[in-house]
């Protein structure tokens, strides 16, 4: 099994910054690709931000410039920096993250909880 765990989200000042962290845990040889996605009420889930393991990021167009996606590959740890927050970054933000659990074996997607963040005018 593997489980993500998600912290960091909560109440913040529009302009502020927040910064969200997911831990893999479990039976992990190897944790690929790990992203972020949010999902605000009445909408779809979005992809906010990917990284590769080897560090390669991806942002979706809302967040370039403001968000920063990092991880540290022997804690099997995501983060995801958020700054200049508006209201409308307000959403459950979604951690992802595309796991081995032996060598040579198939590649399995997990997902966290998920974390609430509210960001106030």
């Known amino acids: 099994q593997v489980q993500l765990v998600e912290s960091g989200g909560g109440l913040v000042q529009a302009g502020g910054p927040l910064r969200l962290s997911c831990a893999a845990s479990?039976?992990?040889?190897?944790?690929?690709?790990m992203g972020w996605f949010r999902q605000a009420p009445g909408k779809q889930r979005e992809l906010v931000a990917v990284?590769?393991?080897?560090?390669?990021?991806n942002y979706a167009d809302s967040v370039t410039g403001r968000f920063t996606i990092s991880r540290d590959n022997a804690k099997n740890t995501v983060y995801l920096t958020m700054n200049s927050l508006t209201p409308e970054d307000a959403a459950d933000y979604y951690c992802?993250?595309?796991?081995?659990?032996?060598?040579?074996?198939?590649?399995?997607?997990?997902w966290g909880q998920g974390t609430q963040v509210t960001v106030s005018s």
């Open positions: 992802n993250a595309k796991i081995l659990r032996t060598i040579g074996g198939l590649e399995y997607d997990y």
């Open positions: 990284i590769t393991r080897a560090g390669s990021t």
């Open positions: 479990g039976r992990i040889f190897r944790a690929n690709a």
